[in-house]
C-alpha cells in the first residue's frame, strides 16, 4: 500500500527556519531568515511547497533548536516519586530560575525510580503560532520537537552501548549531556560566539561544568561538514531526525 502521507520537516534554528529535502527535492535545502518570527517563516516555507490532494494528506514536523526549545535535567527527588504535577512544577521552578518565562508547554520523560528526569519546554504561544501558520499554509502540524530530546529517542540504542556523553551542536548552540553512574546527570547549552566552532563550544562547556577536557563524546547535529569532530574520541550518530540524514555529511 503506498505511503498516504505528503510529509515535510521544517528545523527552526537561532536564525532560520529550513525546509529540509525529501526525496522528490534531490537534498536541496530552503531557508528563510526569520529574524525571530520564526511561524511567519515557516508559512513561507510551505507555502513554496508542493502540496498533494487531498489536504488532509500534507503533514509537517517541526524540530525546535536553540533559543526555541528549553530542556532542563531533574535529579530524582523520593519526594516527588510518580505524582506528575509536582515534577512538573519542580521543572518549571528551575526553569524559571534560569530567567525562563512566559507559559511553557512542557514535556517529562517517564520516571525511572532514582534516575534524573528529562523536562523539555516552548513558548505555549508559539506552538499555537506554528500551528496555525502551518495550517493556513494548507498543512497539518504533525508534531513538534526539540532537537535534544529527538536526538536521545531516535539514538536511545546507540547510546545506551557507549555509555557515553551526548553533544547535540546546531546553528548558534551546543548541547552538552553527560553521563553519571546510573544515568544522565549534568545538562549544559550554551549559546556560541560568532565564529566559535561547535568543538570550541564543547570545550567551553566543558570547562563551565568543571569536567575533565577532551571527554569522549556522541555527536548528533545539524551543521555541515566543516563543523563535524574528527577527532578519534568522536562517535558520529548523524542527525536526530530521519528526514535530516539525507542530507550529505562525512564521518
Not at 522528490?24 to 498533494?52: F, V
Not at 503560532?129 to 494548507?138: D, K, N, S, W
Not at 547535540?168 to 553527560?178: D, I, P, Q, S
Request: glycine letters at 10%.
Amino acid at each position: 500500500m503506498p505511503w498516504p502521507w505528503n510529509e515535510r520537516t521544517v528545523l527552526i534554528e537561532a536564525e532560520e527556519a529550513i525546509l529540509l529535502p525529501d526525496v522528490a527535492s534531490e537534498g536541496k535545502r530552503w531557508r528563510c531568515r526569520h529574524h525571530g518570527k520564526p511561524a511567519q517563516a515557516l508559512a513561507m516555507l510551505l507555502g513554496g511547497a508542493a502540496r498533494a490532494r487531498p489536504a488532509w494528506r500534507n503533514r509537517v514536523h517541526v524540530l525546535l533548536g536553540y533559543p526555541w526549545a528549553h530542556s532542563q535535567l531533574l535529579p530524582w527527588q523520593d519526594g516527588l516519586a510518580g505524582r506528575q504535577a509536582q515534577w512538573r512544577a519542580y521543572a518549571l521552578g528551575l526553569m524559571r530560575e534560569r530567567g525562563i518565562g512566559g507559559e511553557l508547554a512542557l514535556r517529562l520523560t517517564p520516571p525511572r525510580h532514582g534516575a534524573a528526569r528529562l523536562a523539555c519546554a516552548a513558548d505555549a504561544a508559539l506552538l499555537g503560532e506554528i500551528a496555525g501558520a502551518a495550517r493556513a499554509a494548507g498543512w497539518r502540524l504533525a508534531g513538534c520537537r526539540d532537537l535534544l530530546s529527538s536526538s536521545l529517542q531516535r539514538y536511545q540504542r546507540a547510546l545506551a552501548q557507549d555509555r557515553r556523553a551526548l553533544v547535540v551542536a546546531e546553528a548558534g548552540a551546543v548541547t552538552c549531556l553527560w553521563r553519571g553512574e546510573r544515568d544522565w546527570e549534568q545538562l549544559l547549552t550554551l549559546a556560541l560566539a560568532p565564529g566559535q566552532s561547535a568543538i570550541d563550544g564543547v570545550a567551553a562547556a566543558e570547562a563551565l561544568c568543571g569536567r575533565e577536557p577532551g571527554g569522549a563524546y556522541c555527536w548528533a547535529a545539524t551543521l555541515g561538514p566543516a563543523q563535524q569532530p574528527m577527532a578519534a574520541q568522536a562517535r558520529w550518530l548523524g542527525f536526530p531526525h530521519p528526514l535530516l540524514e539525507r542530507l550529505p555529511c562525512a564521518v
